[in-house]
């Protein structure tokens, strides 16, 4: 069968011919149909992410979407080791893999799992949304942070606030749904009219400056708990955090990741944001590619474009 490979650390993977996976218990084998090029996917091919493959040549590619030999489709995350997402076949343990709907096109789905379910599993799993609860989403201009939008008003937000540098993806936010849009120069000044009426949660993708002006805009703030949930590092990955902070206010400091949250409860937050997709018209920019042309876009980024492989 053909599969982007992995020859040897630090190479970019190859589309070439290598063995099918053979059928082993407790795990699934799937005929894959799409692979989203992620940024853990190149990072972890490269051999500089933790959760790399230790042992060489390996596939590429950390989750995807695909059929069971019973016709089934599903998404799956994380194969089993040397098997990966981006290949005509894979093994996956059963319990990294959950239904997808059949009216959901495949390659939407395989783009929108993963930046999809950050904000999904923060909101559900970590601070445990309630309907009327308004959601601060720092550092919305991202492609999870702008999903994070539409996702917490499908799960009952009455009011989401968003920040960002970039004015103008500002901008396009409020006219997407978001109540309010504050760029993070302003976001000091606003905080305490924005706490006074009211935030129940903070989904943080930045951490950094940011983060710590929110942070110490709480202290000594009556009102409800405030979950302040950490998604991402992208403005730096320390802060340095008051002890009156914690002691000063009613805040819950959580992070939301792998680890903090189970790889199968992340595996059924994918299914409920993919049956949520079909029913609400979830959506994101994305573009499809051969898998047998990934070395023609395997290094390009900074693009708000998602790139899905198509494997079959």
Same mark, same amino acid.
């Given at each position: ?101 059949? &009216? ?33 989403? &720092? ?95 992208? #403005? ?11 002691? #000063? ?53 900074? #693009? ?9």
């Amino acid at each position: 069968m053909k599969a982007a490979i992995v020859k040897n650390k630090g190479e970019t993977p190859v589309y070439d011919d290598v063995d099918a996976p053979i059928e082993q218990e407790g795990h699934f084998l799937i005929n894959v149909e799409a692979s989203a090029l992620s940024q853990l996917a190149r990072v972890r091919a490269a051999g500089t992410h933790y959760s790399s493959p230790k042992q060489y040549p390996f596939i590429a590619g950390i989750d995807g979407v695909g059929r069971l030999e019973n016709g089934q489709r599903v998404y799956f995350l994380l194969p089993e080791a040397p098997w990966g997402g981006m290949s005509e076949q894979t093994l996956v343990p059963t319990t990294h893999c959950i239904r997808v709907p059949e &009216n959901l096109d495949v390659a939407l789905a395989a783009a929108i799992a993963n930046p999809g379910f950050s904000s999904w599993a923060a909101l559900t799993r970590q601070a445990k949304i309630q309907v009327g609860d308004t959601v601060l989403i &720092n550092g919305a201009t991202g492609t999870s942070g702008t999903l994070a939008v539409p996702i917490a008003k499908h799960l009952g937000a009455s009011k989401v606030i968003v920040t960002g540098r970039n004015l103008e993806k500002l901008e396009q936010l409020r006219q997407q749904g978001a109540d309010e849009a504050i760029p993070l120069d302003k976001l000091a000044e606003e905080l305490p009219r924005l706490f006074n009426e009211g935030i129940d949660i903070v989904l943080d993708y930045l951490w950094g400056e940011s983060a710590t002006t929110i942070l110490n805009g709480a202290i000594n703030v009556e009102s409800d708990p405030i979950r302040f949930v950490q998604i991402g590092s992208i #403005s730096g990955d320390t802060i340095q955090l008051s002890s009156k902070v914690l002691r #000063s206010s009613s805040l819950t400091l959580i992070g939301s990741g792998l680890g903090s949250v189970s790889l199968e409860d992340l595996v059924t937050c994918v299914g409920e944001l993919l049956f949520a997709t079909a029913e609400k018209g979830f959506n994101l920019p994305y573009q499809t590619v051969p898998l047998s042309q990934l070395a023609h876009v395997w290094h390009d980024g900074g #693009s708000d474009i998602r790139t899905v492989f198509l494997v079959s």
